[in-house]
Nanobody
Framework: VQLVESGGGFVQAGGSLRLSCVAS????????IAWYRQAPGKERELVAG???????HYEDFVKGRFAISRDNFKSTVDLQMDSLQPEDTGVYYC???????????????WGQGTPVTVSS
């Protein structure tokens, strides 16, 4: 299974973007799929994740602004991002693994990333 992200781009502060992660095969066997981001000069960090059963996790810095959703039949996981701020700038990656991991090393399937730039 390969993961491919799309939907990144440029947006002004306060704007919205919707990222999509599409799997080349079935995601029924991938328990957790999560979005991570990496800002220039910083480590990759967890943003939000969702399990096969629909349980979600959000990092505090996106709670109330981002929403993750998953369609197991379409093999897609989307991230709706609202009220974007300049500090949300970075490359956003979709990843799959056995659980929603704070540490990226615990995820074993990665996409190539999609860049997001939020201007002030």
């Amino acid at each position: 299974v390969q993961l491919v992200e799309s939907g990144g781009g440029f947006v002004q502060a306060g704007g919205s973007l919707r990222l999509s992660c599409v799997a080349s095969g079935s995601i029924f066997r991938i328990n957790a799929i999560a979005w991570y981001r990496q800002a220039p000069g910083k480590e990759r960090e967890l943003v939000a994740g969702i399990t096969y059963g629909g349980s979600t996790h959000y990092e505090d810095f996106v709670k109330g602004r981002f929403a993750i959703s998953r369609d197991n039949f379409k093999s897609t996981v989307d991230l709706q991002m609202d009220s974007l701020q300049p500090e949300d700038t970075g490359v956003y990656y979709c990843a799959g693994g056995p659980f929603i991991a704070t540490m990226p090393a615990h995820m074993n399937l990665w996409g190539q990333g999609t860049p997001v730039t939020v201007s002030s």
